[in-house]
């Protein structure tokens, strides 16, 4: 199941680009799948970032899942989708303190591109 951390977010969920809509329907099977836990979207539109400005990118909480966890979560995603010219960016993983620019809390941060390159890996 996909939870939202407030009603807001909800609402900008169904405005995102739908691209990024099925990979995050995708984690939260994986997740409720092999973890029996839900994900958490804690940010979607966000004025002052690239992708999130352009509905292209969520947010997700972390602090649910335990670090093997997150580590299984980060690469079933990098394994089975691809951000195009075969790179590994559809997740940023954010968990560690510092591991971003005015990182504020553990995420991951997950992003689809400007351009319709997603695809699934073979
Ligand atoms: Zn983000």
Same mark, same amino acid.
């Given at each position: 199941?996909?939870?939202?951390?407030?009603?807001?977010?909800?609402h900008e969920f169904y405005r995102l680009d739908k691209r990024l809509m099925a990979v995050i329907y995708l984690i939260g099977g994986f997740a409720r799948q092999e973890f029996k836990k839900d994900i958490t979207i804690t940010c979607a539109y966000?004025?002052?970032?690239?992708?999130?400005k352009d509905w292209r990118a969520v947010d997700m909480r972390t602090r649910?899942? =335990? &670090?093997?966890?997150?580590?299984?979560?980060?690469?079933?995603?990098n394994d089975h989708i691809d951000y195009g010219d075969g790179k590994h960016f559809v997740i940023k993983d954010e968990r560690l303190p510092g =591991? &971003?620019?005015?990182?504020?809390?553990?995420?991951?941060h997950v992003q689809v591109p400007p351009r319709d390159e997603v695809k699934l890996r073979a």
């Open positions: 199941m996909i939870k939202f951390k407030d009603d807001l977010i909800r966000r004025g002052d970032s690239g992708t999130h649910n899942l =335990s &670090s093997e966890e997150g580590d299984k979560l980060v690469a079933f995603v =591991s &971003s620019q005015n990182w504020t809390a553990p995420h991951i």
